[in-house]
């Protein structure tokens, strides 16, 4: 790696930890114009997650990010993970970064959810992404269709659910690519059904949690409990970061 590419490093991740996200892309842009997509490439390889993370969550739709053109799935995962230190209430930035990324032209998406799904805390994170969308995907998981209304309110055991990935889909994939949440969902269920299951799992935890009126580090207990419960399209996340370790700090 030159010199000049180290001095990047460094100067990209002052920026973002000054807050100066935009800057930090500029940064990085600016080397992908000068040098090429490889240049940016080895640069982005030496980026801690939490500092991709911190770029790639700010996305803007009117306008292509090279950073959320180029980063691989494996890079991808690694920031998603860690994404709900941020505590957004809304999910807003990590929704938009998801489908920016893993629905770019000319990408895979289920090598996205792949490589989300192999890391710790993947199911977590897929789990956030739909949080405002619980009982759609309970219907989902049970009927095959989105409509709630159709839904008995049974939950599908865990081993019923993972079986039912395998049943013939009800919805073809083009009536749902709309490049948002039903398309994850679907692919989620058809392509990755471990990572669906999973992700029902943890949605279903975090309901109950709710309702016991849990906090953050007490759903953990409750995250095995597949039994029926009540929720509203809520989501139950946090507006004010928290504490978090030294070595996963994000620029907020």
């Not at 799904?117 to 992404?129: H, I, N, R, T, V």
Request: charged share 30%; glycine share 6%; net charge negative.
């Amino acid at each position: 790696m030159s010199t000049h590419h180290l001095a990047l490093i460094t100067k990209t991740q002052s920026l973002i930890a000054a807050g100066d996200i935009v800057g930090a892309e500029s940064a990085l842009v600016e080397l992908a114009d000068t040098e090429g997509d490889g240049a940016l490439m080895v640069v982005l390889e030496q980026l801690p997650p939490k500092d991709i993370l911190a770029v790639i969550r700010e996305y803007d739709n009117s306008k292509e990010s090279v950073i959320n053109l180029l980063v691989t799935p494996e890079m991808f995962a690694r920031a998603v993970v860690i994404e709900k230190q941020y505590k957004d209430l809304t999910r807003t930035h990590l929704r938009g970064m998801m489908n920016s990324v893993i629905f770019r032209e000319d990408a895979d998406p289920v090598e996205f959810l792949t490589a989300i799904g192999d890391l710790e805390g993947g199911s977590e994170a897929m789990a956030d992404y739909f949080s405002e969308k619980w009982s759609r995907i309970e219907a989902f998981a049970r009927t095959g269709t989105f409509d709630s209304v159709e839904d008995d309110g049974e939950m599908l055991s865990e081993s019923a659910l993972l079986a039912s990935a395998y049943v013939p889909p009800k919805l073809e994939l083009d009536e749902v690519a709309d490049q948002d949440w039903m398309q994850m969902a679907w692919l989620l269920r058809y392509e990755c059904p471990d990572l669906f299951m999973e992700t029902v799992m943890v949605l279903r935890a975090k309901a109950r949690a709710h309702d016991l009126g849990l906090d953050d580090e007490e759903e953990t207990e409750v995250e095995e409990d597949d039994g029926k419960v009540e929720t509203g399209d809520t989501d139950r996340g946090k507006a004010t970061p928290a504490a978090r370790d030294d070595d996963e700090e994000s620029a907020i």
